[in-house]
């Protein structure tokens, strides 16, 4: 069974970078495509960006030079760092599989406050 | 950008009554449009993708619609457990994105 499970830091600073991991279980990230997406306060829904099976990345123009997504595929991990946070990067974060979102994780609340 | 424009953004619908939910883009996106479901607490659940084909697992109630701009998701038959909020998504173009959602209760 495919699973995806989001960690890091539920509280960040204002200016300081947001960094979280996705490991994946039962389906090698070097296949499909692997994408962040996050839901405000609110129920707004933005789809950050992705990381192929390839290495190539796609990211949401909104969030300009911000934001990073790498892998590790050793360990089945694929990362999220979002650089320079305000307070309106605050949001519940998933990570997803696929060009269709067929499965996510149970996403992690973060915070950014001084 | 394609603009998702989501309708209604609520709704409230007896047991066992139809429910549509509308989406509509600002540009042809090829039938490129899945529809999720997202439980209170819960990570969204795709329930359509391609418009129209349904997602291993989810009960046939639920039905998806349309192409060019204009897109529908049908629930045939209100269950208590289809209260949520439902999004759609274009993956036609990059960035993809997301309607405003439709909070769906039961009366």
Same mark, same amino acid.
């Given at each position: ?12 600073k ?6 979280l991991?996705?490991s994946?279980?039962?389906y ?11 839901k ?5 829904m933005?789809?950050?960006?992705? %990381? @192929?099976y390839?290495?190539s *990345? #796609?990211? $949401? ?5 911000? %934001? @990073?997504?790498?892998?590790? *595929? #050793?360990? $089945? ?6 650089? @320079? ?24 609340m ?5 | 950008?394609?603009q ?21 883009a ?10 999720y ?17 349904l ?7 639920f ?30 173009k ?9 909070k769906?209760?039961?009366?």
């Amino acid at each position: 069974e495919v699973q995806l499970q989001e960690s890091g830091p539920g509280l960040v600073k204002p200016s300081q970078s947001l960094s979280l991991t996705c490991s994946v279980t039962g389906y090698s990230i070097t296949s499909n495509y692997w994408g962040w997406i996050r839901k405000f306060p609110g129920n707004k829904m933005e789809w950050m960006g992705y %990381i @192929s099976y390839s290495g190539s *990345t #796609s990211y $949401n123009p909104s969030l300009k030079s911000r %934001i @990073s997504i790498t892998r590790d *595929t #050793s360990k $089945n991990q694929f990362f999220l760092q979002l650089n @320079s946070v305000t307070t309106e990067d605050t949001a519940t974060y998933y990570c997803a599989r696929g060009r269709y979102l067929d499965y996510w994780g149970q996403g992690v609340m973060v915070t950014v406050s001084s | 950008d394609i603009q998702m424009t989501q309708s209604p953004p609520s709704l409230s619908a007896s047991l066992g009554e139809t429910v549509s939910i509308e989406c509509r883009a600002s540009e042809d996106i090829y039938s490129n449009l899945a529809w999720y479901q997202q439980k209170s607490g819960k990570s969204p659940q795709l329930l359509i993708y391609y418009a129209s084909s349904l997602q291993d697992g989810v009960p046939s109630r639920f039905s998806g619609s349309g192409s060019g701009t204009q897109y529908s998701l049908k629930i045939s038959g209100m269950q208590p457990e289809d209260e949520g909020v439902y999004y759609c998504l274009q993956g036609s173009k990059y960035p993809y994105t997301f309607g405003a959602g439709t909070k769906l209760e039961l009366k």
